[in-house]
Every structure is written in C-alpha cells, then in structure tokens.
C-alpha cells in the first residue's frame, strides 16, 4: 500500500490491523474501464475542495512510494490506481519513489519488478521516477538543521532500554539520560555515528518532543539507526539510514507532493509527520489515509508472503496462487480487469474485507467480452463415430466469441474419432443428468447429434470407450424434423488435437480469514493446484503465444502460461472458472 511498511508503527490504541472488520464491503458498479462516472469518495471530495481554494496552487501530485523489499501486490494495486488514478483525472502527475531506507532487505530484483508491475498495470511515471536514498544528503541536512534548533538528540540507551522507557498507554515515558545533551555534544556524536565509530545498536538519533505525549509515537521518536550494510544504490556510503517516518515526509516535501495517501495504519503517525515538517519549517503536503484492501481467503501481509515464498508453500513471488501482481498476470489476469476491481471497492475510511468473488468477477466480466472460446477436453473419453467414413475428417465452422460478432469464426476438424468429457458420460445416470449415456443422443457443439450405442471397459470395469452413430442431417447443431436434444458437449478431434498441461487453481486457504489463524500455513488448502496431463485441445491452442488468454467451452477462461508454454509443450492455467459467485451474491442481495 501507499505509505506503508513490512512492520508499520502500530497505533496502541487499536487492534491487530490483520484482523480487519470482516464486512462485505457492496461495490459500486461505475468505473473508467466500462465508460461510466467515475465514484466520488472521500479523498476527491478533499482534492475537489483543495482545487476550489486554490491550495497547493491547483496542483495534484501524488505519489506511490513501495519499498523495495518483496513483490507487489492486490493491496498496492489498489494505491496505485488510487494515486496515478487522481493524478490523472485532475491532469497532475504521480511519482514512483523507492523507499529505500532499509538496506538490510532490499534489491534491484524488487525494483524492477515494481516497476514492470506498475507499467503493465497500464501506469507511467515518466520522469518522477525516485528513490528516498536520492535524498541521503538532504536528510542528513535536515537531522543536522534539528539538532541545532534543540528538536533532537543523540541516545546511547540500547533499544531495550529505550522501549521500557517509552512509558505506556496509562503511564508517561521517561526522559533519557541523555536528552539534555548540548547541541555542540550532540552534533558531534551524529557526526561520530555517520563516519562510522559507533557500533550498531549502540545509539540512535531521537526526536525531542514529549516522553508525556498521549500518543505514544511521539514520545521522543528515533529518526536515525546505524546499520553497517551495503545499500543498493548508494554502496556503503552511508552507515546510518533515516527512519521511515522522517524520511517519508521530508521526501514528500522535498518532491512538492500536495497530497500524501497512505493507509490507515498510519493514522498516528500523521502527528509526527505534521511535526517533522512544522519543526524544520519546510513545504507541508497533506497527509490523508484509507483503508487498506483486504480480501476473503488471501494474506496480504507481506511478511506472511515472505514466509510462503522462503518456506516453498508456493513455486514463487509469481506463483498463480499467490496474490502478488506477477502472480495475477501469471494466472491470466488482465490490467483492466484489476483497475476495474479497484474502481468497484473504492475508497473508505474504515478497514472492511472485500470478497474475492468479486475480483473474480471483474476477471470474468473483462474476459467474457474480449477472450476468444476454444474447445478443450481436460478429462478425455473417446468417442468412436461408427457410421462415420474411415479416414476422413470435416471442416466444421465454429464462433470465436458470440459477445463480439467482429471476432468472427475458426474453421476446426470433425472426426471419426473424438474425445469428450468423462464427466459427460454416465452408464446409469440420475433422473437430471442430461448428457449422454446408453442409448441417449446429445448435441457436439457447432457439429452433429451423436447418440451412444455401445460402451466399451476395460479389465477393472473403467468405461474407457464409446460407440456412437451421428446423424449427418443434423450439421451444424439442428435437426431438420425439429427433434431436441437437452444437451450440448464440447469435443476434440483426435487426430487434429494437441496434448497438454492443464494447471486447476483454486484458493491458497482454507478459510475466509487465514490471517486470523493461529498458525496460518495451518489452513493452506492443499487443493489449491491440481495439475492435468493428458488433456486435449483444439490444434489452434497449440500455436498460441504465451500469456494467450481464451474461454474453454464450458470450463471456464484459461491462460497460456507465460513461463512454461511452448508450442512443443502448451501449458494452460485456470483463471476462473464460468461460475460467478458475485453474481448470484448481488442477486441475493437484491432479494
């Protein structure tokens, strides 16, 4: 998210932010991908009244600052399309700032992979792009500029030492020793800590504002820590690093940022942002915060997807389980269809959990209109057509997508021999199983009616053959004396067809709030990826280009995979399937 950390100061005075108020937040329906008004929340109703004012001189610039310790994910798309978003639509601009402050975790392999995340989620910061560690001298300047004014010290208690001294919620802190140091000793001990002649831990460069405050952020807060670690950037330059909350609202100001968006866990720190700036008498943008994104099923915590990646629960940062903007891109998700989902929860200012049936719909509703059906069969049956000429096939004219006639049509090849379904055929089927079984006939799609004359098992009883006839009156899908079928099957040829790998994803958890378990690996669903060998598909989807994204007739929207597909070997993922649960969630809402 905008603003925020692996480990955020947490305000004392609310609860655990991973246990969010699981509220079903309802979506509006309007966004900028379907042409329709964009919602007004909260933070344009600001932006709007800044604009009336003339504050900020009518400017609006934003800006998304990640730090570079992991991948991105569901969460932070949510602030970038919530920041480059306003930037937009009040013809400001956006920066991408690295917050680069902790060069203990950080690496250009996360870096670049934000960035790529950010540009394919159809975003440009054309020359804003920053990095905090541009601002290393700056903020040296500024802890220096606050030392002189007696607004900060340097602290030799240890870390223990100073949080049992921070006081607690009922009880004020207590001054350290060496709070009323001079500002001649104190610029020299910064000094000192800067070249490199303290050890770490030994001290630290503190605010000197009130060990008393009711919040307890401000009692006397650390801005700078010594860590003598290799930055990314700037090497080992430096051997002190700023802390995030005095870099965070300098790099704001010193960038004119007008509008500074971040999450509501850092609410409390808005004080001793306000402070930092007021303190140094510098440019002061507004600091504003939403609520996080949080989804059914899914952590978000970054530290939990650490834990997943390093303890090899999932294949990687872009695993298709995980919910990481690689991971998502992997699965088939489209830029669209996520900005869309971003509009639909909009903004608010009270945690709530989304349901993620309902990103699933933007998938679908993106997909439904745009990706081309094929026919693919995951679990093959062979059919034999025995009345149908030995070595002979057929052209057979089929839609590429009904929802967009422009799309036009494909030419694929009928059989004597096909594969169906096995789930399409039952010897003794229940009263409301329509599909084929002895004696039965049913339609193939955009080919004949097939009815089933002879099933064929193998030792142990598995059906593993069928023998059926066709009518050849019936091309196309009709029959011309006006007799029905009750239903209609996908089917691949077998001499025409490709072999592949089909990857089923369901949810990486168990339950709908994974971060409210004890142990939360305890819940991974151990069905989240059932991997399919042996499937049959339409030869065209064995010349597809990776990342190539279709309907399965009846199965659902699948995803050429962009690591592993190749034309020698396709490998497809699930997206999602046809069923859409937020539908039948609005429709019983409705009722």
């Known amino acids: 998210m905008a603003g925020s950390k692996a480990n955020p100061p947490q305000d004392p005075n609310k609860t655990d932010p991973d246990k969010t108020d699981p509220i079903k937040t309802e979506p509006k329906e309007t966004n900028k991908d379907n042409d329709s008004a964009v919602p007004k929340h909260f933070i344009r109703h600001i932006i709007d009244e800044d604009m009336a004012s003339g504050k900020y001189d009518g400017r609006v610039v934003t800006r998304f600052p990640p730090e570079p310790n992991g991948y991105l994910h569901i969460g932070h798309a949510k602030s970038i399309c919530l920041n480059f978003g306003l930037a937009r639509d009040y013809n400001g601009q956006c920066h991408l700032r690295f917050d680069d402050t902790n060069p203990g975790k950080e690496n250009v392999e996360y870096v670049d992979a934000i960035q790529e995340d950010v540009r394919w989620l159809g975003f440009d910061w054309k020359e804003h792009l920053h990095y905090t560690s541009d601002y290393f001298d700056r903020l040296y300047g500024y802890a220096v500029e606050l030392i002189k004014r007696g607004k900060a010290y340097v602290d030799d208690q240890d870390a223990e030492e100073i949080r049992k001294n921070r006081g607690t919620l009922t009880e004020p802190g207590t001054n350290s020793p060496y709070r009323d140091r001079s500002v001649a000793e104190n610029l020299d001990r910064f000094e000192k800590m800067k070249t490199g002649e303290f050890a770490e831990g030994t001290c630290v460069l503190r605010a000197k504002i009130d060990m008393a405050a009711p919040n307890i952020i401000m009692r006397d807060p650390t801005l700078y820590r010594i860590r003598k670690l290799d930055h990314h950037r700037t090497a080992s330059q430096w051997c002190i690093y700023p802390m995030y909350d005095f870099a965070h609202c300098l790099s704001d100001s010193i960038e004119k940022i007008t509008h500074s968006i971040c999450t509501l866990e850092f609410k409390n720190n808005r ?308 069923r859409d649960m937020w539908a039948k969630i609005k429709k019983q809402q409705k009722a």
């Not at 089927?429 to 002895?438: C, E, I, N, S």
């Open 271 to 578: 004080e001793l942002y306000d402070w930092v700036l007021d303190a140094l008498e510098v440019y002061h943008p507004q600091q504003i915060e939403f609520a996080r994104l949080n989804l059914s099923y899914t952590v978000l915590s970054k530290r939990k997807l650490i834990s997943l990646v390093s303890d090899n629960h999932v294949s990687g940062w872009d695993d298709p389980r995980m919910p990481t903007i690689s991971g998502l891109r992997r699965r088939g998700y489209t830029p669209a269809a996520i900005r869309n989902f971003c509009e639909r929860i909009s903004v608010a200012r009270r945690d709530s959990v989304v349901d993620v049936a309902l990103l699933e719909h933007s998938i679908r509703e993106d997909l439904n209109k745009t990706a081309p059906r094929m026919m693919a069969v995951l679990n093959p049956l062979r059919v034999v057509i025995e009345n149908f000429p030995e070595d002979h096939s057929e052209v057979i004219e089929a839609v590429n997508n009904p929802e967009d006639p422009a799309m036009g049509t494909r030419k694929i090849e009928f059989s004597k021999i096909l594969y169906i379904e096995q789930d399409d055929f039952m010897e003794a089927p229940p009263k409301k199983f329509f599909r084929l079984a002895p004696g039965r006939e049913v339609r193939l799609r955009y080919a004949y009616f097939i009815t089933c004359t002879e099933v064929i098992k193998d030792e142990s009883g598995r059906v593993v053959e069928l023998r059926c006839s066709y009518d050849p009156a019936t091309r196309g899908g009709d029959a011309p004396d006006g007799r029905k079928v009750k239903a209609t099957l996908h089917w691949v040829s077998a001499v025409h067809g490709v072999d592949a790998e089909v990857r089923l994803y369901e949810n990486l958890f168990t339950v709908e709030n994974p971060a409210s378990a004890e142990n939360f690996a305890d819940v991974l669903n151990e069905n989240s990826v059932q991997v399919l060998t042996g499937c049959k598909l339409e030869p065209g989807l064995g010349k597809r280009d990776p990342g190539h994204q279709c309907q399965f007739e009846r199965l659902g929207y699948f995803c050429a995979d962009i690591r592993d597909y190749t034309q020698q070997h396709p490998v497809f993922n699930r997206i999602v399937t046809l």
